[in-house]
């Protein structure tokens, strides 16, 4: 019997297969990666013969793989489940600031195609930017693949307004139709979400956060934000304007212009331009030469103005992340951003700062580390807010598991080498 | 037929009350007080037969209470419904630190009974106090009444280790072993809570977060801390450890020495007892004669050393308040405790101190107010504590529904006057 007329009949014969098993399960393998089925069921609380129902169904539909696990007790193989990663794509995009990313990536992220564009100081952002972007990395789909598109996953810097229009002051766009252009280009639903909190999902899905429910990302950069993982979910707060610790004040009285209008910003004394800024501020350079680089080779050479900028930043970082550990109880903080690249030069700082002034009993178990994602972090969140919406939108969880797509190769259970452009 | 006999015969013939409806009526009720049927229905999700059985169940049992409302649209009367607040009772208790509160309270938090104990400075706190305090507010109630005791619920300070043993350093308690003698003494089942939670769980409930799914409260009294409601429920940190704001410095150098053992704290510089200690230290006074009150009293008299550390309190306030209203951006910030004794002469200092640090987008909706809710706020917190558990717990909600207690005096579905002790 053909595989589609196959999985018909074996819904219409267990029809008592519910979409909420289905998404239980996923969930759990989204983020356990592999699992055995008493690990399936104890942690899910199904019961077995549901499980096992559901466990078949997503396997007939290629959207389960059978992995073999070995037992910590016995050392022997046991039966495991884990997500066929080809079973779906997502679009994921980037939209960092002076430079758009666009990415197309499998179910559990990993990057199988990428583009990648400079915006350059001062160009204009414009939609049509991101929809050419898309075109690209999508463009040497078959049918087939293109089918196996499910979402397309945002990660924005700034504000976006109810209609879905990106504003963001620091890169000097305004109002940019965002939603309205995806929305007219592509058939895929689009989901956005802050660049902060991208980058505390991926770091908890694929990362450094990864079985962790209370984490902190720093992103240090052309601005400076905090991503909150609390609970297991990413702290918003009321108008969705949590995490804005770049425009605390760590230094008071400091005279450092943020681009906010106010002064003594931790933006404005650690991110990336500004400390570019305070180098060439010092040193008389004309600071359009310069680059963040520079100043962190000259550091690294030992240049006394250069590191005096360094501690300067890593200073005011320790004290503002001695503040948030205060405050949230995190197990992990991360840092990531430019700022990882001078990882040498200010990890010794901010760390000799956050023992400085954080209270020993809050820093017991606490880890402050550099985040190992890269330059992809915000492509990887990307695609975990898509795969997340996927869980909870049931025409989506149809799409993935839809019967008609076990035609395609991928879906044979076993993940094949894809003949994609890779960069 | 008797009440009773009445009510285990509805409950046989519509054995399809599922627990989790009448949970989600009374979880909504404790809410938002006084809903039509169509209310509930809508809010809930239960289908309208559901939700009318569940309604008639908790009528006949005496948990709800018919009322009236009168409509927005057609200014007619129509039926609503709302919770008994005398179908139980708990038990409340404040460890506030130099003295203990305790009392009876209805469903609702209205403090039926209290009785207060003062520890006095450096004298020992031993469990029993406690087991007294509870004997001393039921020792009048008759059985029927004790009957209604559902759950105690405890405001505690410091920190509860695994064993439920309290330890405080600032008020000089170790392991004080408080879960096992309650539970030895009582019969009913404990709930405890840091005291930071409680307070913002009754300003949730009954005070000026009411309806809000975001607010910060400041406590400011023998130490500081800050309880944080994050989209409806409490943040607590991977340990439970968060809203350590009073242990943050915001006076870079600033000499004042915590209790903790380090300098600059906020608690060093704005807790009640530090403002005694900074106006004598200045004026040459004896700090043991002086009260909060007493230099409080002095700058309004214009005394311009009190008004100077009033200043500083209230700038360091300020500052804590701009970097959690930027990290939270929280709907309200309530202040409480021993500051809000200072609320005319504080309260415009730290606003200012709010605005000269916040970039004005953050404070776009965020209001700063006094806690209303008084001494008892504590109190009103561990009745929301003991009610929420009530809610979770099928044996706890049994109880709270049982028709056995439907012969006694209050469930006659109408609230009554009560013999009780008031104070």
Same mark, same amino acid.
């Given at each position: 019997?053909?595989?589609?007329?196959?999985?018909?009949?074996?819904?219409?014969?267990?029809?008592?297969?519910?979409?909420?098993?289905?998404?239980?399960?996923?969930?759990?393998?989204?983020?356990?990666?592999?699992?055995?089925?008493?690990?399936?069921?104890?942690?899910?609380?199904?019961?077995?013969?549901?499980?096992?129902?559901?466990?078949?169904?997503?396997?007939?539909?290629?959207?389960?793989?059978?992995?073999?696990?070995?037992?910590?007790?016995?050392?022997?193989?046991?039966?495991?489940?884990?997500?066929?990663?080809?079973?779906?794509?997502?679009?994921?995009?980037?939209?960092?600031?002076?430079?758009?990313?666009?990415?197309?990536?499998?179910?559990?992220?990993?990057?199988?195609?990428?583009?990648?564009?400079?915006?350059?100081?001062?160009?204009?952002?414009?939609?049509?930017?991101?929809?050419?972007?898309?075109?690209?990395?999508?463009?040497?789909?078959?049918?087939?693949?293109?089918?196996?598109?499910?979402?397309?996953?945002?990660?924005?810097?700034?504000?976006?307004?109810?209609?879905?229009?990106?504003?963001?002051?620091?890169?000097?766009?305004?109002?940019?139709?965002?939603?309205?252009?995806?929305?007219?280009?592509?058939?895929?639903?689009?989901?956005?979400?802050?660049?902060?909190?991208?980058?505390?999902?991926?770091?908890?899905?694929?990362?450094?956060?990864?079985?962790?429910?209370?984490?902190?990302?720093?992103?240090?950069?052309?601005?400076?934000?905090?991503?909150?993982?609390?609970?297991?979910?990413?702290?918003?707060?009321?108008?969705?304007?949590?995490?804005?610790?770049?425009?605390?004040?760590?230094?008071?009285?400091?005279?450092?212009?943020?681009?906010?209008?106010?002064?003594?910003?931790?933006?404005?004394?650690?991110?990336?331009?500004?400390?570019?800024?305070?180098?060439?501020?010092?040193?008389?350079?004309?600071?359009?030469?310069?680059?963040?680089?520079?100043?962190?080779?000259?550091?690294?050479?030992?240049?006394?103005?250069?590191?005096?900028?360094?501690?300067?930043?890593?200073?005011?970082?320790?004290?503002?992340?001695?503040?948030?550990?205060?405050?949230?109880?995190?197990?992990?903080?991360? $840092?990531? +951003?430019?700022?990882? &690249? %001078?990882?040498?030069? /200010? #990890?010794?700082?901010?760390?000799?700062?956050? *023992? !400085?002034?954080?209270?020993?009993?809050?820093?017991?178990?606490?880890?402050?580390?550099?985040?190992?994602?890269?330059?992809?972090?915000? $492509?990887? +969140?990307?695609?975990? &807010? %898509?795969?997340?919406? /996927? #869980?909870?939108?049931?025409?989506?969880?149809? *799409? !993935?598991?839809?019967?008609?797509?076990?035609?395609?190769?991928?879906?044979?259970?076993?993940?094949?080498?894809?003949?994609?452009?890779?960069?």
């Amino acid at each position: 019997m053909p595989t589609a007329e196959r999985m018909a009949s074996r819904r219409k014969r267990s029809p008592k297969i519910a979409n909420q098993w289905l998404r239980q399960i996923l969930r759990l393998l989204y983020r356990r990666r592999s699992l055995s089925r008493i690990g399936i069921v104890e942690t899910t609380g199904l019961n077995a013969a549901s499980a096992s129902h559901a466990l078949r169904y997503l396997l007939d539909c290629g959207v389960l793989l059978r992995s073999a696990d070995r037992c910590r007790l016995t050392g022997r193989h046991r039966e495991a489940f884990t997500v066929n990663a080809e079973a779906g794509h997502f679009v994921a995009l980037d939209l960092e600031g002076d430079r758009l990313r666009f990415g197309l990536t499998n179910l559990l992220g990993d990057i199988r195609c990428r583009w990648e564009e400079c915006l350059g100081l001062g160009q204009p952002f414009a939609a049509e930017k991101v929809v050419e972007g898309i075109g690209r990395v999508t463009r040497d789909l078959d049918p087939t693949q293109l089918g196996r598109v499910l979402a397309v996953g945002v990660s924005y810097p700034g504000l976006l307004d109810a209609e879905g229009r990106l504003s963001a002051v620091n890169l000097g766009w305004t109002k940019v139709p965002l939603l309205a252009a995806l929305k007219q280009a592509f058939p895929w639903p689009v989901f956005l979400e802050r660049d902060k909190e991208t980058c505390i999902h991926a770091e908890n899905w694929l990362g450094a956060a990864h079985d962790c429910r209370n984490a902190l990302f720093l992103i240090a950069e052309g601005g400076i934000g905090m991503g909150i993982l609390e609970g297991g979910e990413h702290l918003l707060g009321a108008r969705g304007f949590s995490g804005e610790i770049g425009h605390c004040k760590f230094i008071p009285g400091a005279e450092d212009l943020c681009n906010c209008g106010q002064k003594g910003c931790l933006e404005a004394i650690a991110s990336s331009p500004n400390i570019v800024r305070q180098y060439a501020e010092r040193t008389g350079a004309a600071s359009a030469e310069l680059r963040f680089v520079d100043v962190l080779e000259r550091a690294r050479g030992g240049d006394a103005i250069a590191l005096a900028v360094f501690e300067r930043a890593g200073r005011a970082i320790g004290s503002a992340l001695s503040t948030a550990i205060s405050l949230f109880d995190p197990e992990i903080v991360i $840092l990531g +951003g430019d700022l990882i &690249l %001078a990882e040498d030069i /200010v #990890l010794p700082i901010i760390w000799d700062q956050i *023992r !400085l002034l954080t209270r020993p009993r809050s820093l017991e178990v606490v880890q402050v580390v550099v985040s190992r994602l890269g330059l992809d972090i915000r $492509l990887k +969140g990307a695609a975990s &807010l %898509a795969f997340r919406n /996927v #869980l909870e939108a049931p025409e989506l969880m149809q *799409r !993935l598991c839809a019967p008609a797509r076990d035609a395609a190769p991928a879906l044979d259970r076993r993940p094949r080498p894809r003949a994609m452009k890779e960069r």
